[in-house]
């Protein structure tokens, strides 16, 4: 049985997730909103399937499911009133909103296409549907409950990466060590693995996305790790990177540099600043060392029930940073041809600065 991980009684829960929104509905002039994108559907009613709408107006609290997900629905989504989907989710809606009234319906408009936009147009005429953003923000800021659920994430992550160590040697393969470790992730209790696991070494750990491929493990490879677990809906996100045998000169200046513009990061992050000040922490660092072209992604982003969710710490983000926001920090540099690294934490944004959740050790480990 799935069991929700939203905290307290019905009335808390409604409280909590609903009446923010309503909150976001009156600013933005909609009389109701319409649900659809996964991560907000399940923050919004606790509910966990993998489809349905959601419709809140200022009175009611509505989830729509299909006949797989009613008993699902009614465990998980309390404060909610559940209606089965008879046909499609929009023959239900066409008579739930003339039957409640509404005119004016907001719609995330990052997650509805040109197609079902015109549908629904068409089929809830006379009412209206006006895009609203700001959904998604809604989750910045995690409580207690979903700091714990991440945690548990968190944890499961460090762990497969201490069991990890002894099978990173000469001779492995890029794709079984991934393997391992979402075999392992899940035994210790993971719904599965939060994104892809990447696994890139040698030349190829220059590549920030390199996924596991059948690439045998060399001394003097430097070896990007980036993984995660899911646990009940809610993420983590660490990159560890190592090298095999012996060190450069230069692969230890590198790694020291990304180390350095991390710790610097992690020690300037608090309540108040920016994402994009953030970000020109890390990036000064790397910058001024001569590798700021090297360094060619946002130095994190927000992480929850998404692997990627806002606010960024990248050079555009305006959005400041607040208690309970959970970003990673993952500075890196990345050389073609010859090798990269990244260290990634996740950390919660504290009243004062910024803990880090991630244990795995991250000074520069030599394996053979
Ligand atoms: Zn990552
Ligand atoms: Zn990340």
Redesign the pocket.
């Known amino acids: 049985m799935i069991r929700s991980v939203l905290p307290g009684t019905t009335k808390e829960r409604a409280a909590i997730r609903v009446e923010p929104l309503r909150a976001l509905m009156r600013e933005r002039g909609v009389e109701a909103m319409l649900i659809q994108k996964p991560e907000n559907r399940r923050y919004v009613t606790g509910f966990s399937g993998s489809a349905g709408f959601v419709l809140v107006s200022a009175t009611a609290s509505i989830l729509l499911v299909d006949f797989r997900y009613v008993e699902q629905a009614q465990t998980e989504a309390l404060g909610f009133e559940v209606i089965k989907a008879e046909r499609q989710f929009i023959d239900t809606l066409a008579e739930v909103v003339p039957a409640r009234g509404l005119g004016r319906i907001g719609f995330e408009s990052d997650a509805m296409s040109y197609k079902q936009y015109e549908d629904f147009s068409k089929r809830l005429a006379p009412a209206v549907l006006a895009p609203v953003e700001g959904v998604d923000r809604l989750r910045w800021v995690k409580d207690a409950d979903e700091i714990a659920q991440i945690t548990r994430a968190v944890e499961i992550a460090d762990e497969a990466f201490a069991h990890i160590r002894s099978s990173l040697r000469p001779g492995a393969v890029e794709r079984e060590i991934a393997i391992e470790m979402e075999f392992f992730m899940r035994r210790r209790g993971a719904d599965k693995e939060a994104?892809e696991t990447?696994v890139a070494s040698g030349p190829r750990s220059a590549l920030p996305h390199g996924r596991a491929s059948e690439r045998v493990l060399a001394r003097g490879d430097f070896v990007t790790l980036?993984?995660?677990a899911l646990c009940r809906g809610y993420v983590s996100?660490?990159?560890r990177t190592v090298v095999l045998g012996e060190v450069s000169q230069k692969q230890r200046e590198v790694y020291e540099l990304v180390l350095a513009a991390q710790r610097a990061a992690l020690a300037g992050i608090k309540p108040g600043i920016s994402g994009k000040d953030a970000d020109t922490i890390a990036r000064t660092i790397i910058t001024d060392a001569g590798y700021g072209d090297a360094f060619g992604h946002s130095l994190g982003h927000g992480v929850g029930l998404a692997v990627h969710e806002g606010p960024t710490l990248s050079p555009r983000e305006e959005a400041v940073l607040a208690p309970g926001m959970v970003v990673?920090v993952?500075p890196g540099i990345y050389l073609p041809g010859w090798g990269g690294v990244r260290i990634?934490d996740l950390v919660v944004v504290t009243e004062a600065g910024c803990r880090s959740v991630t244990r795995a050790p991250k000074d520069l480990l030599i394996l053979s």
């Open positions: 994104f990447i980036d993984f995660g996100d660490c990159t990673t993952e990634e």
